[in-house]
């Protein structure tokens, strides 16, 4: 009786935020280790997750590359459909008994595309391991040099592209405000009157880093990878 040939395992590897030197070891090791690398994208060796990750492991280039393509766009249907062809792309090749190692950028935990179909992975039976790298708003506070949490402040992180509304600053504590590009407008004027210390770092640890330290000095038309800190400056902390 033949053997039933044992699945792969997918690993979703966080590579940090943009400096090849943010990357774990951990991250390296799997890379170094396993032979298909799957890359958000149409074209692998374009995705800033492969751009960072070959720096620290060049022998990446060597390895399997797997398009992953994850349009942009608002439409759920159309979302779901990549979500589900990116599933069982992965599956043709965790089948073959080969581990996939998915390459995200920062952690993957955090607003991850890897999470949706890591759901759909472990319903059809496959196993799943996460490794967390470096998050981007935990880069960009060493960055700015701020801590962002002191004693007893708490820290919410929130997709700023859903909460412009007036209340979305309601809890106190310090904020990260994440995916603000596309609503900068917005997001700049609910913050110019919540009584925050802003600042916020674009494409951070990247050759392209830029650094701001008030609301007035982010520009309209920041890039996508733009990360805000808000401060609460009300609370007594000590």
């Given at each position: 009786m033949?053997?039933?040939r044992q699945k792969g395992i997918a690993y979703g590897v966080g590579v940090g935020p943009g400096d090849p030197e943010y990357m774990t070891l951990k991250a390296c090791r799997l890379i170094r280790e396993n032979d298909v690398m799957a890359v958000p994208g149409k074209v692998p060796q374009?995705?800033?997750a492969y751009k960072i990750a070959v720096q620290a492991v060049p022998e990446l280039a060597e390895k399997e590359l797997v398009a992953i393509d994850m349009p942009?766009?608002?439409d759920g249907e159309l979302i779901r459909k990549s979500h589900a062809e990116a599933a069982?792309?992965?599956e043709s090749y965790l089948d073959e008994g080969k581990n996939v190692v998915y390459l995200t950028l920062g952690d993957s935990t955090i607003y991850c595309t890897f999470s949706y179909i890591q759901h759909i992975l472990e319903a059809d039976g496959y196993d799943v391991e996460l490794v967390s790298g470096i998050p981007s708003f935990c880069a960009a506070a060493a960055r700015l040099g701020v801590s962002l949490t002191e004693w007893k402040e708490s820290l919410h992180v929130m997709?700023?592209?859903h909460n412009t509304h007036d209340g979305a600053l309601e809890w106190p504590g310090n904020y990260v405000l994440m995916k603000s590009a596309s609503k900068m407008p917005e997001v700049k004027k609910m913050l110019a009157s919540s009584g925050y210390e802003v600042m916020a770092a674009e494409n951070c640890s990247m050759e392209t880093e830029k650094l701001y330290r008030s609301v007035e000095e982010?520009?309209?038309d920041a890039g996508y990878f733009?990360?805000?800190i808000a401060k609460d400056k009300k609370e007594d902390n000590r």
């Open positions: 033949e053997e039933k374009d995705a800033v942009m766009v608002k069982k792309l992965i997709p700023a592209l982010i520009p309209d733009t990360l805000i």
